[in-house]
């Protein structure tokens, strides 16, 4: 009999399909390596990869988890050797490879960021994936300047709406 202490409850897709495909698995709670950090999920962002995975349409990184979930928020309760960003019990939002669908997910503590003021976890779990996205590519990779313009097609998507609505959205006027 396995370890209730050890395992998690986590959303699989069972095999590809509609949400019918999705189901309940017990799995073995992450145990944390080099950098790692250990997050007791509150809430899960939904993306459109999670979606195109769920229908069988996008594959894992390689040696990432099969738990749907790009992005959580949730409590620090675990750290692996060196990661020494946050305490335990500190509240992150964090981007992952795979893994949010579950009661606890790892995350590389360098993709974790405190959990902002004034939000709520469920508010926080849809910051990484669009926030990090965008700020990648428009500030860091492009380096977009005040009194530069920035063209954002598909304006309407989650990436498209946060580019717009960007706190940096002055940069781009």
């Known amino acids: 009999m396995t370890d209730p202490r050890k395992t998690m409850r986590a959303v699989v897709a069972v095999r590809p399909g509609g ?5 309940i698995e ?12 250990v997050i007791k999920v509150e809430a899960a962002g939904v993306n459109r990869p999670d979606v195109l995975q769920r229908m069988g349409l996008y594959a894992p990184p390689p040696g990432a988890s099969d738990i749907l979930g790009l992005e959580v928020a949730g409590v620090i309760v675990a750290r692996g050797p060196g990661a020494s960003r946050f ?4 509240r992150v939002t964090a981007l992952v ?8 997910c790892l995350a590389h503590e360098s993709n974790a960021l405190p959990l902002p003021a004034g939000l709520t976890a469920v ?13 990648t590519n428009v500030f860091d990779r492009g380096a977009l300047k005040a009194g530069e313009t920035l063209l ?3 304006g ?3 990436i498209g709406t946060t580019a717009i609505n ?6 781009r006027r």
């Open 19 to 23: 949400p019918e495909a999705l189901a």
């Open 123 to 135: 508010d926080a779990a849809a910051i990484p994936e669009t926030y990090f996205t965008v700020w």
């Open 97 to 104: 490879p795979g893994g949010g669908y579950a009661e606890y």
């Open 26 to 37: 017990m799995r073995p709670i992450p145990v944390p390596g080099a950098g790692e950090i």
């Open 166 to 171: 960007s706190p940096r959205r002055s940069a």
């Open 87 to 90: 305490p335990e019990g500190a």
């Open 156 to 158: 309407t998507s989650g």
């Open 152 to 154: 954002v097609h598909g």
